[in-house]
């Protein structure tokens, strides 16, 4: 088993929809760094699991824009944005996003 981990720091900015009160209901900004891991039983005719440009190119759609535009209807919790994350990158088993020091959510398949 071959498996690939990338790790990215990106800036965006967020509200989340809550049915009580907290800071976070407002638009506010992070700075996530996103651990993408994918893993794969064989490698591509590249002699790669994913070209880690492929990945990149993912998790930069989110980078520098309301993530709430950008990822529909669900609410963009950490939790949330990982397992985004991880649905759109093919063969992905495991996406952490570190919100600030000492917060971090994890989406595994």
Request: glycine share 4%.
């Amino acid at each position: 088993m071959y498996t690939v981990t990338k790790r990215m720091e990106i800036s965006g900015a967020h509200f989340l929809k809550l049915d009580y009160e907290s800071k976070c209901k407002k638009l506010h900004g992070h700075n996530w760094i996103v651990t993408i891991t994918v893993q794969s039983e064989t490698l591509n005719e590249h002699g790669m699991v994913v070209d880690f440009t492929d990945i990149k190119k993912v998790v930069n759609r989110l980078d520098h824009n309301v993530v709430n535009e950008v990822i529909g209807s669900m609410n963009p919790t950490a939790e949330n944005i990982a397992k985004w994350l991880c649905d759109q990158i093919p063969n992905c088993i495991k996406v952490s996003v570190q919100e600030t020091e000492g917060n971090i959510a994890t989406y595994e398949k």
